[in-house]
């Protein structure tokens, strides 16, 4: 595929760049526009936008799912939502969450286990809560709340202000916990968001249970490499486990899996989720600071210009059929965290974000059809909707043997919960985190509250 990557580089340096100043103005408690601010779910539609799927008729996205061994939307059931703890320190928060399996030992319910959560999203701080039982509610007060098992801390030790890529390189948020059994560690991964300059900087690192002695950061995959395939721009933010059974048979035991989307995929992004397996303690123990990590590339979509961009550099609002790699894609989309689920002999990689229904527009909110959801300058895509993407792990087999490229591999289903968020027309999914021996998902949902508190909604997989 003949892919241009040159011809509007300045042009869309001078539209990530423009995307920063606002964001950097408008990303503060209270401030709804916010880049990162949810998604709408409304049920307005543009004439040539797909309604809003139920949970019984869940939206289809090419190819047709293929037959047998794969988990369904209907194989979800959801049990309710409980909510972060109370305070300031822990609302705008949510970007990233961990399943501990022995965590809260004293717990006696049929939710054991805790999660380490990220915090108010500028202390880029870590704690560790319970996990209340959850409850089917729309309004959020009543709402159960997590109790605090270990108080929000620095888990990098220091490494989120300590880029030492380039003098100038920095991180700005804690993306991706993951708890690695091997090591008895918990990975966290470190993004830059805006890194205009292309830096292919370090990101993972891990701590002790307790949160202290951090080690890291590395380098997920070689680096440099060919098309940029293991850009930090495509590894750095979410994190999640792939089963031991599947990794060790076909991942050379890369159980780990990352991954990161960018807005319109610029700069070493994707224009998609994407999904790369390592295993960092087989590098080291630990590998050195600045090491690239052995990595296996599964899944992500090259920047493609004119899947954004027309030829003279206006914005293409509704490209054609084709032109993408993922269906649709749109350059407001935001994929934001991922699961690896069974149940009996089913399986599925699940990755859990927003998706923008509506035309590409690059700009104000006024220039873009007052999207309520991103009042700040930027790429737009209203209405938008909270979607659970559904991937066959056999694809990813067939992405390892050569017989697939990684953006030859679509959702066989994907399904919109917006009838479960709480937050209203701005809802969207977030960071996710899998308790494998129960079927217990956990996904948040940033800002329902009515004063930016998260909630963790839960769903059970299988029977």
């Known amino acids: 595929m003949n892919r241009t990557r040159t011809n509007y580089r300045t042009a869309l340096l001078l539209a990530v760049s423009l995307i920063g100043l606002s964001v950097l103005s408008c990303n503060l408690p209270g401030a709804p526009g916010a880049a990162d601010t949810p998604a709408p779910t409304s049920t307005l539609q543009p004439d040539d936008a797909p309604a809003p799927p139920s949970e019984a008729e869940p939206t289809h996205a090419p190819p047709p799912p293929p037959s047998g061994g794969l988990i369904q939307p209907s194989d979800l059931t959801y049990l309710g939502a409980f909510a972060y703890p109370s305070g300031d ?84 948020e804690v993306d991706g916990l993951a708890y690695l059994s091997d090591v008895d560690k918990v990975a966290w991964n470190l993004r830059d968001w805006y890194n205009v300059t292309d830096y292919d900087q370090d990101s993972l690192g891990w701590s002790a249970l307790d949160m202290t002695g951090a080690q890291g950061v590395w380098h997920i995959g070689e680096r440099p490499y060919d098309n940029d395939v293991f850009h930090n721009a495509k590894t750095c933010d979410y994190l999640f486990n792939a089963p031991d059974s599947f990794a060790d048979a076909y991942l050379s035991g890369n159980s780990l899996i990352a991954g990161n989307q960018r807005e319109a995929g610029a700069l070493g992004g994707s224009q998609g989720p994407t999904l790369y397996a390592l295993a960092p303690w087989t590098d080291g123990n630990p590998p050195a600071s600045g090491q690239n990590l052995d ?66 527009c690059y700009g104000s909110e006024e220039t873009c059809g007052a999207d309520p959801c991103a009042t700040s300058s930027g790429y737009h895509a209203y209405p938008y909707q909270p979607q659970i993407l559904f991937y066959d792990p056999e694809e990813l087999k067939a992405v390892l043997a050569g017989t697939k490229e990684p953006w030859e591999v679509l959702p066989y289903e994907i399904y919109s919960p917006a009838d479960k968020m709480i937050g209203g027309e701005c809802a969207t999914l977030g960071a996710a985190a899998y308790d494998r021996e129960r079927g217990l998902l956990y996904v948040t949902e940033r800002e329902a509250g009515p004063d930016g508190e998260t909630v963790v909604h839960v769903w059970k997989v299988g029977k």
């Open 89 to 172: 320190e822990w609302a705008y928060s949510a970007r990233a969450l961990a399943y501990y399996p022995n965590g809260d030992p004293d717990s006696s319910d049929n939710y054991p286990g805790s999660l380490y959560v990220t915090g108010f999203d500028q202390n880029d701080l870590v704690g560790e809560i319970t996990i209340p039982e959850p409850v089917v509610s729309s309004n959020f007060d009543d709402l159960p709340k997590a109790s605090i098992l270990q108080p929000l801390t620095d888990i990098t030790g220091g490494w989120k202000d300590n880029c030492t890529y380039n003098d100038d390189c920095i991180y700005r």
């Open 295 to 360: 990595a296996l590339a599964l899944l992500y979509y090259p920047e493609n210009i004119e899947c954004v961009w027309e030829g003279d550099g206006d914005i293409n609002e509704h490209p054609a059929p084709g032109v993408c790699d993922f269906p649709d894609y749109r350059g407001a989309d935001h994929w934001n965290g991922g699961a690896w689920v069974q149940s009996e002999n089913k399986s599925a990689v699940l990755i859990f974000g927003r998706k923008g229904m509506g035309d590409n």
